[in-house]
């Protein structure tokens, strides 16, 4: 089993551990259903063994409830050990079914929380269509999707929106619906230079003062730029102008 959870692991882009504990809510969940238990569990998924907890009815002698199972814990609950290979057809279906639903999510949630982090930098993606007021951008990841709406295009460079075109991004916001996780990008941000200037020199630490996308940027720094970091970041920025201040003071 152990073999099936890391195939089935790597092909969503989950650890092998969310994996083994999605299918043991699942197979729980469907197996409760079938039998209209409140309780059961899975201890050991290796084991192959799920423990069902049954209440005795009202009605029914603890001594009669005995046959079913020697111990009767509390004297009113029977525990049952069911080997998988012994579980109905219709529990397995309905575990698959689960299984199938809940990977999904666990997989969006995860795609979710790694681009929330992103969110305010810069990301690379490769333009995969424009569509009227909204360009799709892949950024690598089949989990989400990339969208820059027009408001965020730069009038100068959308001739250069084209299909197959890679472009850095400014991440806006990332929602999360039932079925999507979508990301939000611009290229006409105020704080996409600094962004884009974080890629370029880590250890520099900027802030945009000002902004006029596509004509020019005003910055200050912590440190001396080098020209040559500023001609990487114009190149990036399709040739913007940028305008660099005096290094910006640290408090101490």
């Known amino acids: 089993m ?3 959870l890391q195939q089935i ?3 969503a882009g989950l650890d092998k551990s969310r994996v083994e504990y999605t299918l043991k809510i699942a197979l729980q969940q469907a197996f409760c259903e079938y039998f209209n238990i409140r309780e059961c569990e899975i201890d050991d998924m290796d084991s192959r063994l799920i423990k069902a907890i049954f209440r005795v009815p009202e009605n029914m002698p603890v001594a009669e409830a005995e046959v079913f199972q020697a111990m009767v814990c509390e004297d009113d609950i029977i525990t049952v050990e069911f080997d998988f290979d012994a579980l109905p057809i ?3 279906h309905t575990t698959h079914d689960l299984f199938v639903r809940y990977i999904d999510e666990v997989r969006l949630d995860e ?4 681009w929330k982090k992103l969110v305010h930098g810069a990301v690379e993606g490769v333009i ?3 569509h009227g007021n909204r360009i799709t951008v892949s950024l690598g990841d ?3 999707t990339g969208i820059m ?3 965020h295009w730069i009038p100068g460079e959308i001739a250069l929106y084209i299909e197959g075109r890679a472009f850095l991004f400014y991440l806006l916001k990332v929602n999360r619906d039932r079925h999507v996780v979508k990301i939000y990008l611009s ?3 105020k704080n996409f230079p600094c962004a884009v200037l974080s890629c370029i020199a880590p250890w520099i630490r900027a802030k945009s003062i000002k902004r006029i996308a596509g004509k020019k940027s005003w910055l200050i720094v912590d440190s001396p730029v080098e020209m040559e970091v500023i001609n990487a970041l114009r190149r990036e920025l399709k040739g913007e102008a940028v305008e660099v201040s005096e290094p910006l003071k640290t408090a101490h």
């Open 90 to 92: 219709s529990v397995q």
């Open 128 to 130: 995969a269509e424009k």
């Open 149 to 151: 709406l027009r408001q």
């Open 2 to 4: 152990q073999k099936e």
């Open 9 to 11: 692991g790597r092909a």
């Open 142 to 144: 089949d989990n989400v």
């Open 187 to 189: 290229r006409t941000s």
């Open 111 to 114: 795609a979710y929380l790694k």
